[in-house]
C-alpha cells in the first residue's frame, strides 16, 4: 500500500528566506512522487514530479525536490521565496491504476 | 485552450436534495477522477473511470455516484445519503487508460457545495 506524510501543517516564512517542505513516503511498489500547489479557492497545478533518473527535480519557478530512496523522503525546497508563493503544496504518490494517494498539506505564508 | 471545466463554482444545497456536479475536459484524456477536499484532510478520491462506460469506487464513495457516457464528461452526483457532503470538489483527468502510474493528473477549478 502507498501512504504519503507532510510533516508539517503550516509553514510561515519571511519574503526572500529559503523554506523546505517535508513530505515522507511508503510504497510496495516502484515510486512515482508529485508535489501540486493549490491557489486560494483554485484548482491543483502541478510542480513537479519524480518519475526515474536523476533524484533532483526542479520546476520553472524555483522549487526544487530531492527523491530520497533510503530515507522515504522527498522534500520541496526553495532557496529564496516570494509573497506569490503562498499557496497550500501537496505531496502525492502514485498508487495502482492510476491513482494518486495525497498527503495533509502544507500551507506556506510567505510574509513581507 | 484545453482544459478542464466544472460547473457550478458554488453550489448551496438544502438537506434532502440531490445534486449534480458537472466536470467536462477537451484534453482528449481517457481517465477522469473526483476528489473531496476538507482542511487539513488533503484529497479524498470518490470516484474514478478508466475509460467510457467504465468506473470504479475511490476511497470515500459511500453517498455519491457517476456516470461515464461521453469520453469528455464525469458528472458527479451527491445523493442525500452522504451525511456530510459539505466540501470543496476538484475533478482531474489524466491521458489514461492503462491506469498509467506516471501520468500526470490535470485538476479543475473546483466545485464548493454548502449544505443549508
Known amino acids: 500500500a502507498q501512504s504519503v506524510t507532510q510533516l508539517d501543517s503550516q509553514v510561515p516564512v519571511f519574503e526572500e528566506a529559503p523554506v523546505e517542505l517535508r513530505c515522507n513516503y511508503s510504497?510496495?511498489?516502484?515510486?512515482?512522487l508529485f508535489w501540486y500547489v493549490q491557489y486560494p479557492n483554485q484548482g491543483l497545478q502541478l510542480l513537479l514530479k519524480y518519475l526515474s533518473g536523476s533524484t533532483l527535480v526542479e520546476s520553472i519557478n524555483g522549487f526544487e525536490a530531492e527523491f530520497n530512496k533510503s530515507q522515504t523522503s522527498f522534500h520541496l525546497r526553495k532557496p529564496s521565496v516570494h509573497i506569490s508563493d503562498t499557496a497550500e503544496y501537496f505531496c502525492a504518490v502514485s498508487a495502482l491504476r492510476g491513482k494518486l494517494i495525497f498527503g495533509q498539506g502544507t500551507e506556506l505564508s510567505v510574509k513581507p | 485552450d484545453g482544459g478542464i471545466t466544472q460547473s457550478p463554482k458554488y453550489l448551496f444545497r438544502k438537506e434532502g436534495q440531490n445534486v449534480t456536479l458537472s466536470c467536462e475536459q477537451n484534453?482528449?484524456?481517457?481517465?477522469m477522477y473526483w476528489y473531496r477536499q476538507d482542511p487539513g484532510q488533503g484529497l479524498r478520491l470518490i470516484y474514478y473511470s478508466q475509460i467510457v462506460n467504465d468506473f470504479q469506487k475511490g476511497d470515500i464513495a459511500e453517498g455519491y455516484s457517476v456516470s461515464r457516457e461521453k469520453k469528455e464528461s464525469f458528472p458527479l452526483t451527491v445523493t442525500s445519503a452522504q451525511k456530510n457532503p459539505t466540501a470543496f470538489y476538484l475533478c482531474?483527468?489524466?491521458?489514461?487508460?492503462?491506469?498509467?502510474?506516471?501520468?500526470?493528473?490535470?485538476f479543475g477549478p473546483g466545485t464548493r457545495l454548502t449544505v443549508l
Open positions: 510504497s510496495s511498489v516502484s515510486v512515482y
Open positions: 482531474a483527468s489524466s491521458l489514461g487508460p492503462s491506469g498509467g502510474r506516471t501520468d500526470t493528473q490535470y
Open positions: 484534453l482528449n484524456h481517457d481517465a
